[in-house]
Each structure stands twice: as structure tokens, then as C-alpha cells.
């Protein structure tokens, strides 16, 4: 577990296996086509493609632009060596990867990301060819289990639920798992700021203070302690 120190208190980035989280149920733009056989990866609406039907990938990708509409497509890579790892850049290993698979959009489902589109641009083009990148890039750390959780306040290396039952998972990214945890620490500290100014008020200062703010959920119980009541209502 990574540990990171922030505004008094211990972010613990931990993995996560992500394993109920696929991002191919996400409404992606692209369909997914895989040609393994142990490791299929396919998408679950992806044309049934039979490789024995065709002399070469090229023909497979004449077939997805010609019969299924594809308008950008991009082939996927993967490299098996004690795991599978996906891209749609080749990997630097002749023995262990080779394309497997291709990406491909529509025209139907570029335009229906941009709704008052009535035309596929080049640059809606490249747009979705890097969505499609991305896609895979997910689908690739999904498929690793290399995803990333984070708990506040950790008891130990193991925890992963810390004594606030501060925490959460399923990130796909390292960095949004540390910002949210932060963004979880800098509402304490605001909350906290703003109790102890609640505590300091003058009683006689409490209803205008309640008036303004009008009822906090986060200070409500405060407010009633210091009032020495049961019901808070807004002054006139």
C-alpha cells in the first residue's frame, strides 16, 4: 500500500482487482472484436467474426467497414505472458503478441454522442479514434485487475477500510483515487472550521448565524446543543 500524508491524516492508495466493473458496460463508442479463443475479450453486441472465413486481417477489416458501417476502426494488440495486457499499439515482442482483435465505431454512434452533429468530420473522427484508444486503455486495465482503491487513516498495510470507514475502489486511474481521498479530507477540515466558529459565536449571534446558513445538516446537532433546543426554525 502507497501511503501519502495530507493535512494531518494518511491517504493509503491500495489496489483493486476491479473485478465487477467492466468498462465495456459503460455505453462505450466502440465495438469490441476479439479473435482469441481462450481470452475472448469480445463484446457482447460485436458481430460474430470467424477468422477461418477470411484470407487476412485486412479482409476482416474491409468486412467491418463495408457489411457493419465502421468508419473508424483501430486493431487491438495483445501481449500473453502470464496474463493478457490489450493495446492498439504493437508490442515489441514477436514471440509473445500479435493483433488479436480490432476497435471499430459507426457513424450512428459518433453522431449520437454529438447530437447536433448531422455530419462525421475529420475531427469527429480523430476524437472517437482516441476515445476508441481509451476504451481499450480501460478495458486493458480491467482485464489486468490493476485498478486502484483508497482508504483514510489506515490501521496497516492490509487496510482497507480504516477506522472512519472512510474509503472506496474501483478506480481505473491512480490519480483519481488520490484526489477524491484529498477531497474527502479537505471537506473534514472544512466542516471542522466551520463548527469551531459555530462553537465560538455568541449564543445572541446563533439565530442570525442559523438564518443565513440555514441549517447545515453537518452542524444541526451543534446548533441545537449550543441553543439548548430541540427544533431549529429560520428567524423572520
Not at 11 to 27: A, K
Not at 72 to 95: C, E, Q, R
Not at 96 to 114: N, V
Request: proline share 6%; net charge negative.
Amino acid at each position: 500500500m502507497e501511503k501519502i500524508d495530507y493535512k494531518g491524516h494518511v491517504i493509503g492508495i491500495y489496489n483493486d482487482d476491479l473485478s465487477e466493473d467492466n468498462p465495456r458496460d459503460w455505453e462505450p463508442l466502440g465495438i469490441v472484436i476479439s479473435f482469441m479463443k481462450r481470452d475472448d475479450f469480445s463484446d457482447n453486441n460485436a458481430p460474430k467474426i470467424n477468422t477461418d472465413d477470411f484470407g487476412s486481417l485486412e479482409e476482416i477489416e474491409r468486412h467491418l467497414i463495408k457489411k457493419e458501417g465502421a468508419v473508424v476502426i483501430l486493431p487491438i494488440y495483445a501481449l500473453i505472458h502470464s496474463g493478457t495486457t490489450i493495446s492498439t499499439k504493437p508490442f515489441n515482442d514477436p514471440w509473445d503478441s500479435g493483433q488479436a482483435g480490432f476497435i471499430y465505431t459507426t457513424r450512428e454512434r459518433i453522431l449520437k454522442q454529438h447530437p447536433g452533429a448531422k455530419v462525421v468530420t475529420k475531427k469527429l473522427k480523430d476524437d472517437a479514434a482516441r476515445t476508441l484508444e481509451g476504451e481499450i486503455e480501460y478495458l486493458d486495465i480491467y482485464l489486468r485487475g490493476d485498478g486502484y482503491g483508497y482508504v483514510i487513516d489506515p490501521v496497516d498495510d492490509d487496510d482497507t477500510c480504516g477506522p472512519s470507514d472512510e474509503y472506496c475502489g474501483s478506480y481505473f486511474e491512480r490519480c483519481s483515487a488520490e484526489e477524491d481521498a484529498k477531497h474527502v479530507i479537505d471537506r473534514w477540515e472544512k466542516i471542522k472550521k466551520e463548527k469551531e466558529e459555530i462553537y465560538n459565536m455568541p449564543v445572541d449571534d446563533l439565530p442570525l448565524h442559523v438564518n443565513r446558513v440555514w441549517l447545515k445538516s453537518d452542524h444541526r446537532d451543534l446548533y441545537l446543543e449550543r441553543l439548548k433546543k430541540e427544533e431549529l426554525c429560520p428567524t423572520p
